[in-house]
């Protein structure tokens, strides 16, 4: 069989042109609003998102805890594979652009009627002299086809970069999940040794308060007390020891979340559990805010999404255009098997042009492209919304940790005045010339003022490690 066809159907070059110019146009997109230029009024572009994270944390036992995350984390683990399929659907576009070529082989038998075309010429000729072609027909083909769709409208060529733009965003994304693991590790980490702090305060505290109940239990027998003072004091013992089994608790659901982010079963962290309270926190330059839009992983990976999405519309508005497949066939046919290899009675080759494009019933393809325009608008917002979102997270921990450095200083002075107010109590009641009553709320008084001076430190120090993850830091 020898076949050319240079085309299968011709569209008239006018329609084609009618066709163009009825696609429905792909709707503007408004202009980003700009970022302020500055977050406190500086023009400084030195930014702490710019420090590795394993010079930013200072602690040994947080470094290798974050180290160890980074590799066994099933999170970070499932999005390093959702990388891999974006890579492979790369593979996929770029695959439809080239010829697709396949190799067949195929064998049928067949018999027409005499009483039809086919049949009253089968049977008037010869196939070789003196044979005639036999009633009954066998059919051995061996054969290489090829497919091409040309990309005429670039609709192949802006899927792939689609496809390109997506895994971009994919790796993006996986450089998000890292920032906010890494601080999400340090936020529990530094919970985990305030509470450690927190059960030390705890147990001075019942040692202080223990001491007191002697006191008063000699008081009573000297009838310098009564038994309510003695209940009052066992009460609040026993209030405090509840407390440090709470604490306890706590610390062991915080070491077992850090256990979770590391993708191992409960063990105990290693951690310095000297004084909380003594812990500096880096220091902290914010940059300019443009910086955010090339160092925070989320709104570059909403840019990216936002130039698939605008890809995405080009292929959609491309379905309105005709398009042009080429195929082709090369091989060996013939009745019989010993004269398929005969050359070149046995040979066959196809080629094929098509051209075809929509003409009446557009309406899927319609609603396909108005979906398209509708993802890219939606990408937009998007886009805009992680730049404003990113813009207020790092502006509400600038100013958490300029008021959370004053309220420490203040409640450093009340802790220490409160302290000071228990040794003068515990003097004065020894002497009676204070009740019981004042003992013991003067000792309530510093207990919950040292523990929420340990809480303010925790606050502080995480707000920094949120100002870091927020500036973009972590992921580099």
Not at 259 to 268: A, E, K, S, T, V
Not at 326 to 347: H, M
Not at 348 to 376: C, F, H, M, T, V
Request: glycine residues 4%; proline residues 4%.
């Amino acid at each position: 069989m020898h076949k050319i066809k240079l085309h299968k159907y011709i569209i008239p070059l006018g329609i084609c042109l009618a066709v163009v110019s009825c696609t429905p146009a792909i709707a503007p997109l408004t202009a980003s609003k700009p970022v302020p230029e500055s977050f406190d009024k500086s023009t400084d572009t030195t930014t702490i998102s710019a420090t590795p994270w394993r010079t930013y944390f200072k602690d040994q036992n947080l470094v290798n805890l974050i180290d160890s995350a980074l590799k066994n984390n099933q999170e970070l683990m499932i999005t390093l594979q959702e990388i891999e399929i974006a890579k492979n659907d790369i593979r996929v576009k770029k695959g439809l652009l080239l010829p697709s070529v396949g190799l067949g082989a195929g064998a049928g038998v067949e018999r027409v009627g005499k009483y039809t075309s086919q049949g009253a010429g089968d049977a008037s000729a010869e196939i070789t002299p003196g044979h005639i072609v036999p009633e009954v027909l066998q059919d051995y083909k061996l054969a290489a086809y090829a497919h091409w769709e040309v990309d005429i409208w670039k609709k192949l060529r802006n899927s792939k970069k689609a496809a390109v733009s997506r895994y971009l965003s994919t790796v993006e994304g996986k450089n998000f999940v890292i920032t906010n693991l890494i601080a999400e590790i340090a936020d529990s980490y530094y919970e985990l040794r305030a509470l450690d702090s927190q059960l030390d305060i705890v147990r001075q505290n019942i040692t202080l308060q223990s001491n007191a109940l002697e006191i008063v239990k000699i008081q009573k027998e000297a009838a310098r007390a009564t038994e309510l003072a003695v209940q009052k004091f066992q009460a609040e013992v026993m209030a405090s020891k509840s407390m440090e089994f709470d604490i306890l608790q706590n610390i062991k659901e915080t070491e077992n979340k850090i256990n979770f982010l590391l993708g191992r079963y409960p063990q105990d962290i290693a951690r310095d559990k000297s004084n909380f309270l003594s812990l500096v926190p880096s220091a902290v330059n914010s940059g300019i805010p443009s910086q955010l839009l090339s160092n925070r992983p989320d709104i570059k990976q909403a840019e990216l999404e936002l130039a698939a999405a605008k890809l995405d519309v080009k292929v959609a508005r491309a379905e309105f255009y005709p398009s042009l497949d080429i195929s082709a066939v090369v091989g060996l046919n013939a009745f019989k098997p010993s004269y398929l290899f005969t050359l070149p009675e046995s040979v066959l080759y196809s080629l094929a042009g098509d051209i075809a494009g929509p003409l009446i019933n557009r309406n899927a393809i319609k609603a396909e492209y108005s979906s398209a325009n509708a993802r890219q608008l939606q990408a937009l917002y998007n886009y805009e919304r992680t730049i404003l979102n990113a813009y207020l997270e790092v502006s509400n921990q600038l100013s958490k940790i300029s008021n959370i450095g004053k309220s420490y200083d203040l409640k450093s002075q009340q802790v220490a005045a409160l302290n000071r107010s228990i040794d003068v109590s515990n003097d004065l009641f020894k002497s009676a010339r204070v009740d019981y009553f004042e003992v013991l709320m003067t000792q309530r008084d510093a207990l919950e003022s040292n523990l929420e001076l340990i809480e303010t430190k925790k606050e502080q120090l995480n707000a920094v490690v949120h100002v870091y993850r927020d500036l973009g830091g972590g992921w580099k």
